[in-house]
């Protein structure tokens, strides 16, 4: 398993941006699934992005598909999250999510296929 330090959340109008950061360790991190998930109070885990362990493919939910986009860089052991144009429907507590098995796209929005989690950094979103 790797541990995960998510970073960067805070507080912005909407239609800013924020950037998030997830800082991981362990040596195998360059061979996970990396993912986004966010929850608001009273509402289940919610998939939000997922980058595979090349870098060469990425998934995004629908509610975030051409505002986010999910990167990282295996040197540094670390997976990114840019949101533009936030809207309030954004907050929420945003987590990383991390994974050793294959990539598969029918899994990814399922919080239960990551075995690993950082413990979450806050995003609110003003209107």
């Known amino acids: 398993q790797v541990q995960l330090v998510e970073s960067g959340g805070g507080l912005v109008q909407a239609g800013g941006s924020l950037r998030l950061s997830c800082a991981a360790s362990?040596?195998?991190?360059?061979?996970?699934?990396m993912g986004w998930f966010r929850q608001a109070p009273g509402t289940e885990r919610e998939f939000v992005a997922a980058?595979?362990?090349?870098?060469?493919?990425?998934y995004y939910a629908d509610s975030v598909k051409g505002r986010f986009t999910i990167s990282r860089d295996n040197a540094k052991n670390t997976v990114d999250l840019q949101m533009n144009s936030l809207k309030p429907e954004d907050t929420a507590v945003y987590y990383c999510?991390?994974?050793?098995?294959?990539?598969?796209?029918?899994?990814?929005?399922?919080?239960?296929?990551?075995?690993?989690w950082g413990q979450g950094t806050q995003v609110t979103v003003s209107s």
């Open positions: 999510a991390a994974d050793p098995r294959v990539w598969d796209y029918g899994r990814l929005e399922d919080p239960n296929y990551f075995g690993s």
């Open positions: 362990g040596r195998t991190f360059s061979r996970y699934t």
């Open positions: 980058i595979r362990w090349s870098g060469a493919s990425r």
